[in-house]
């Protein structure tokens, strides 16, 4: 029983240890010459004229958070589609329960205008 874990336990270990190794070898085999020039600010590989802080509206992320909810339910319903015949009738009823969810939110969010781009 014990040695179903162990694979289990050696990912675990692995994991953990792969990135720790990788994060420790950069370190050490960096160059390390700091001087004025590298610790400058710079965007785009230009000095910046003028205000560096530039705020943005909010409708941006909103939008954003909009496709990143799509892009997630497509990402949903593949696995789904692809398993349909063995699934049977109560899931097909859970997914229209899902869709009915997200075109709920995508009308709320188009009668609040979030959908236009300004």
């Known amino acids: 029983m014990l040695s179903n874990y162990t694979f289990i336990g050696i990912f675990v270990v692995?994991?953990?240890a792969f990135p720790i190794v990788a994060l420790a070898l950069a370190y050490f085999i960096r160059p390390k010459k700091p001087n004025a020039i590298k610790s400058t600010i710079y965007e785009?590989?230009?000095?910046?004229?003028?205000?560096t802080w530039v705020q943005f509206r909010v409708q941006y992320y909103i939008y954003?958070?909009?496709f990143v909810i799509f892009d997630i339910e497509?990402?949903?319903?593949?696995?789904?589609?692809?398993a349909y015949n063995q699934l049977?009738?109560?899931?097909?009823?859970?997914?229209?329960?899902?869709?009915?969810?997200?075109?709920?939110?995508?009308a709320y969010a188009w009668r609040k205008g979030a959908l236009e781009w300004i």
């Open 14 to 16: 692995v994991a953990i």
């Open 64 to 66: 954003a958070i909009i």
């Open 88 to 106: 049977g009738i109560f899931a097909l009823v859970e997914m229209f329960i899902f869709l009915a969810i997200l075109v709920g939110g995508l």
């Open 74 to 82: 497509t990402i949903f319903l593949y696995p789904w589609a692809v």
């Open 44 to 51: 785009c590989g230009l000095e910046t004229i003028g205000e």
